[in-house]
């Protein structure tokens, strides 16, 4: 799954040396939409076999979250919170790693070829931000390894949000 061969020897050591290089992408950068911009270019170039990443920040006025920076397709751009799997996360705030995305109920299939996905809300000082999305053309994709690293990485993006 991991381009550990690429990376690292193992895909602990490739999460770890994600963050490495999010740690320095994002150092000194005030800008938000930059670094979630950053982020998302990150995150696609080292994850393999996916079709979709990036991020939906909350718009606390309209209850919706909305389209942010991103790599892959064109997106959906407003999604309720509560409503697929980026509203429901974000309405629990938790992790939500989704084998087969057409088993979730209400599913918002926004890129017909998404067959699993990982979305990791952003919560800051107790606010929520928005999530993490990431989407597979495999199905079940993501595990338990991605979710932890995934989770450690939102962190890391945490602090410069």
Known sequence: MFTVEKYSQNREEGYEQLLKQARALLEDETSITANLANASALLNQFLPNINWVGFYEYEELSDQLVLGPFQGLPACVRI???KGVCGTAAKEQ???????????PGHIACDAASQSEIVVPIVK??????????DSPEKSRFDQIDQEWLEKFVDE?????
């Open 94 to 104: 938790k992790t939500f790693v989704v084998e087969d995305v057409h088993q979730f």
């Open 125 to 134: 000082d107790g606010q929520l931000f928005g999530v993490l999305d990431i």
């Open 80 to 82: 309720p919170i509560g």
């Open 157 to 161: 993006l945490n602090k410069h949000i």
